[in-house]
């Protein structure tokens, strides 16, 4: 199949979560599988200066009509790997900048025209190149507006640009919505700014394009799939998500382990696998010292990656704060984002040197170091659509401490209801039920031989990508 995808992160060359790590994984998997994969990312500073791009080729300029105006962009394509083609939107006013969708303060404030101009621009270059697309799939709000610009064209220049789309909600809480002037800049006819089309409550809403007009819907695990239909996960948009149920199917994501695999992981100090456990103890000590503990620690080590955000239960851990204050443990968090979390666990970790540590940056080698040197990893969500992590930890040997939401529910199996089989250690995202949650876990480390078969347990599911892309590839084909 021609299969293109579009999305605003794209790892190793832009990544701020998960959908750096899916769009990568799925996409190199589909190529993997023999499939003609093209994937557009809109051309970051960081992406142009990466290494894979130094030499992309210059194959199109653009002209895109944005409301009474036609802007100018370029596009530039490199093959990272066979089977795979990324091509870059450019446009250096829109897209030469350090972050993706903001400067660390505040989102930008061009994000609709920058995000419009990216979809547009996808469109003029499937017709331009003549990508004779089967499928294509967009992923979130950024790349939401594909599937309806692309019918549009197709209406109004008699042609076709691709069989079927498919749009990939990788997270209901955040849709793109912007002040009503904004539609203008689409070039859509006047009669989609309206309930049954792009507009919500008075303002426009890019989310609800993608979930409106895709041939397909699908979202990143099968829980998450049922919970947006209600008020209570589907932030404002479950009316919308209830009228695609018949279209609409949660496939989870994967792991792609040629990233993240502990018997191969470059990243480590040392390598390990469930026949030799003893590279887990190496990083265990590199991580305490990282953290600046004593390396040889006895007690249990607790881990969490993530961008700190309410999403990720931040608050819930930081109610529990007297618990990493009284017991006999650790806790290495790395993660940034909400200015008001970062300072509370700042000052848990200056109350606690010894016992907290807090690395509040994006860091890639740390986050593969917490994945591997922790006991426990803490992933207490709200709401999680999929999530990595969780499946990161147990392919790690790490037992992961998670609130039965979303893809967390999906993808691990708490042990105390299931011994044989169980992989992690389950709550509600609540302040009390994590507390039990935690103390579970230090009943456990107590316990070394249950210790070790829940490792054992979680070491031996395959979470690998080629189940993931499978599933993908049945959804192509039966959409055609
Ligand atoms: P989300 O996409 O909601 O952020 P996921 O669990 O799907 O959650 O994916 C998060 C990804 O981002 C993981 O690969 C995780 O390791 C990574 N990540 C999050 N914060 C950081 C950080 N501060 N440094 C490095 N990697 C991070
Ligand atoms: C989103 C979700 C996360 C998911 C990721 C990749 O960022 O928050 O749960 O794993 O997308 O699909």
């Given at each position: 199949m021609k299969i293109v995808h579009a999305a605003s992160e794209l790892f190793p060359y832009m990544k701020t979560g998960?959908?750096?790590?899916?769009?990568?994984?799925?996409?190199?998997?589909?190529?993997?599988?023999?499939h003609e994969v093209s994937v557009f990312l809109p051309g970051y500073r960081a992406v142009l200066e990466h290494k894979d791009a130094l030499g992309a080729e210059r194959k199109l300029r653009l002209k895109i009509e944005m409301g009474p105006a036609y802007l100018s962009g370029d596009v530039r394509v490199f093959s990272p790997r066979k089977n795979l083609n990324v091509y870059l939107i450019c446009r250096e006013e829109y897209f030469d900048r350090r972050g993706a969708y903001g400067n660390g303060e505040r989102d930008y404030e061009d994000n609709a025209d920058r995000f419009i101009f990216f979809c547009k621009g996808v469109v003029e270059t499937l017709?331009?190149?003549e990508l004779q697309a089967d499928i294509v799939h967009s992923h979130d709000?950024?790349?939401?507006?594909?599937?309806l610009l692309l019918r549009e064209a197709e209406r109004r220049q008699h042609l076709t640009l691709a069989l079927k789309t498919i749009f990939t909600i990788h997270n209901i809480a955040f849709q793109g919505v912007f002040p009503a002037k904004v539609f203008a800049r689409t070039n859509l006819p006047d009669e989609l700014f309206h309930i049954d089309g792009l507009e919500y409550y008075s303002q426009i809403n890019l989310m609800k394009g993608g979930i409106l007009f895709a041939d397909r819907v699908t979202t990143v695990s099968p829980r998450y799939a049922?919970?947006?239909?209600?008020?209570?996960?589907?932030?404002?948009?479950e009316g919308v998500v209830q009228t695609r149920t018949d279209d609409l199917v949660g496939l989870?994501?994967?792991?792609?382990?040629?990233?993240?695999?502990p018997a191969t992981d470059a990243l480590l100090p040392a390598r390990y696998s469930q026949t030799n456990m003893s590279g887990k103890q190496v990083c265990r000590a590199e991580l305490l010292k990282r953290a600046g503990f004593a390396p040889d620690f006895k007690g249990p080590v607790f881990g969490i990656v993530c961008r700190l955000t309410e999403q990720k239960g931040v608050d819930?851990?930081?109610?529990?704060?007297?618990f990493f204050l009284k017991q006999d443990c650790?806790?290495?968090?790395?993660?940034?984002?909400?200015?008001?979390?970062?300072?509370e666990l700042e000052e848990l970790a200056a109350a606690t040197p010894k016992k907290v540590a807090l690395s509040s940056k994006h860091d890639e080698s740390m986050?593969?170091?917490?994945e591997a040197g922790a006991d426990f990893f803490l992933m207490p969500s709200l709401f999680e659509p999929c999530g990595l992590n969780q499946m990161y930890s147990q392919v790690y040997g790490t037992i992961p401490v998670v609130s039965r939401v979303g893809g967390l529910a999906d993808t691990v199996i708490d042990a105390d209801e299931h011994a044989d089989v169980g992989t992690g250690i389950m709550c509600e995202p609540t302040v009390a039920s994590l507390r039990q949650a935690l103390h579970r876990a230090l009943r456990l480390y107590a316990d070394k031989p249950r210790l070790a078969a829940v490792q054992k347990h979680g070491m031996a599911r395959d979470f690998s990508w080629k189940a993931a892309s499978g599933a993908y590839e049945r959804l192509y084909e039966e959409a055609m």
């Open positions: 998960g959908l750096a790590d899916a769009v990568g994984a799925l996409s190199g998997s589909l190529a993997d599988n023999g017709r331009l190149a709000w950024q790349a939401a507006l594909l599937p049922k919970e947006i239909q209600t008020a209570e996960f589907g932030c404002g948009l989870l994501n994967g792991v792609d382990t040629a990233i993240w695999n819930l851990l930081l109610a529990n704060r007297d650790r806790l290495v968090v790395l993660g940034s984002g909400d200015k008001r979390m970062e300072t986050s593969h170091l917490i």
